[in-house]
T-cell receptor, first 115, second 116 residues
Framework: EAGVTQSPTHLIKTRGQQATLRCSPISGHTSVYWYQQALGLGLQFLLWYDEGEERNRGNFPPRFSGRQFPNYSSELNVNALELEDSALYLC??????????????FGPGTRLTVT | RKEVEQDPGPFNVPEGATVAFNCTYSNSASQSFFWYRQDCRKEPKLLMSVYSSGNEDGRFTAQLNRASQYISLLIRDSKLSDSATYLCVVNSYDLGIGAGSYQLTFGKGTKLSVIP
């Protein structure tokens, strides 16, 4: 069974530009989560999508947004990029987010560098 | 107070050693608990869920103490391949938007280096 996939692997942008990151969950998973992992810091929760709806978001500004498509894949958009947005962006999926017992499985991440 | 706290390490141990990681969490309403491992510049991988009764998977044993809000991971007979950062993860209910959801909170991780 295929795991969570993310694209691109690496992304280099300049300050002020927009970045779009993509994620495909494990087949059968309806929930997709986005996390940011900046160098030397822990994983910070960004967004949760389930059944096409945004269900929760972390403490990030509105220029971080996304959506989930009918096939449950998702994209994360980061507008007006700032240098501190440089990080590893991880996508995870689970069967659903409404039950605590379901584990999340991570994709390999997209490494975003803002220059 | 940080929500999930771990000793950052690094823990440098010889092959074959037993090593224990500890973690404390602040949200007493947390529902489920996990250990993930993360290799350098890679994604976190689920190692094991942690149950109140404690659970074991081969060389790995996880324990949960809800009263003390404390989670532990024990690795016996350490292998070189165990070298990684171990993340303590807590799943807590968050009101969020609309119906609410469970949200994972990650500790910053404990780095383990197993030395030949």
């Amino acid at each position: 069974e295929a795991g969570v996939t993310q694209s691109p692997t690496h992304l280099i942008k300049t300050r002020g530009q927009q970045a779009t990151l993509r994620c495909s969950p494990i087949s059968g998973h309806t929930s997709v989560y986005w996390y940011q992992q900046a160098l030397g810091l822990g994983l910070q929760f960004l967004l949760w999508y389930d059944e096409g709806e945004e269900r929760n978001r972390g403490n990030f500004p509105p220029r971080f947004s996304g959506r989930q498509f009918p096939n449950y894949s998702s994209e994360l958009n980061v507008n007006a990029l700032e240098l501190e947005d440089s990080a590893l962006y991880l996508c995870a999926s689970s069967l659903n987010g409404k039950d605590a017992k379901y584990e999340q499985y991570f994709g390999p991440g997209t490494r975003l560098t803002v220059t | 107070r940080k929500e999930v706290e771990q000793d950052p390490g690094p823990f440098n141990v010889p092959e074959g050693a037993t090593v224990a990681f500890n973690c404390t969490y602040s949200n007493s309403a947390s529902q489920s608990f996990f250990w993930y491992r993360q290799d350098c510049r890679k994604e976190p991988k689920l190692l094991m869920s942690v149950y109140s009764s404690g659970n074991e998977d081969g060389r790995f044993t996880a324990q949960l103490n809800r009263a003390s809000q404390y989670i532990s991971l024990l690795i016996r007979d350490s292998k070189l391949s165990d070298s990684a950062t171990y993340l303590c993860v807590v799943n807590s209910y968050d009101l969020g938007i609309g119906a609410g959801s469970y949200q994972l909170t990650f500790g910053k991780g404990t780095k383990l280096s197993v030395i030949p």
